[in-house]
Nanobody, 129 residues
Framework: QVQLVESGGGSVQSGGSLRLSCAVS????????MGWFRQAPGMERAGVAS???????TYADSVKGRFTISQDNAKNILYLQMNLLKPEDTAMYYC???????????????????????WGQGTQVTVSS
């Protein structure tokens, strides 16, 4: 059974930093695509960053230069380092994983992808001004 458990959320002032972690268990695929998403109240879930098993990363324009996605394959942990946080970053953050990197022969691991087989329950990030 695949489980994704996020941690590291909290409250921080504008300009501060947080590092989110996503512990993955039961996911034995060497080839994979993983992503971070966020959803603010009244808003749709939006992609924040993605990373493939090949190490290729993509980011939403709103977080480029401030957020960094990374993965520790030995520990099966996905990270999201968030710096220079802004009040508009306030949201519930979710991690997601899927064994398919290619769909129909096309590379399909990017921040615009929403089709993932496995999702975590989320961790809240609140940034105050």
């Amino acid at each position: 059974q695949v489980q994704l458990v996020e941690s590291g959320g909290g409250s921080v002032q504008s300009g501060g930093s947080l590092r989110l972690s996503c512990a993955v268990s039961g996911f034995t695929y060497s080839s994979h695509c993983m992503g971070w998403f966020r959803q603010a109240p009244g808003m749709e879930r939006a992609g924040v960053a993605s990373i493939g098993s090949d190490g290729v990363t993509t980011y939403a324009d709103s977080v480029k230069g401030r957020f960094t996605i990374s993965q520790d394959n030995a520990k099966n942990i996905l990270y999201l380092q968030m710096n220079l946080l802004k009040p508009e970053d306030t949201a519930m953050y979710y991690c997601a994983a899927d064994p398919d990197v290619y769909v129909g022969g096309v590379y399909y691991c990017h921040v615009g992808r929403y089709a993932y087989d496995y999702w975590g329950q989320g961790t809240q990030v609140t940034v105050s001004s």
